[in-house]
């Protein structure tokens, strides 16, 4: 939930209202996307780590 940007107290009389005021807007990420200029197929990147896995010898040599 969001926090509040103000929080007070309204009185009228004998009775006093909690007040709290929260922001319009909400927080978000614009995104792209890029596209083969000839063809017009979408281009992806794919995350990779550049450390190789261990390489391993023997009956059990897959990966884990």
Do not use: C
Request: glycine share 4%; net charge positive.
């Amino acid at each position: 939930m969001a926090r509040p940007i103000w929080s007070g107290v309204i009185s009228f009389g004998l009775v006093s209202v909690p007040v709290a005021m929260y922001p319009a807007t909400r927080e978000h990420e614009v995104s792209f996307h890029q596209f083969q200029r000839d063809t017009s197929d979408r281009i992806r990147y794919k995350r990779v780590n550049e450390r190789p896995w261990p390489r391993r010898t023997g009956p059990r040599s897959r990966r884990w």
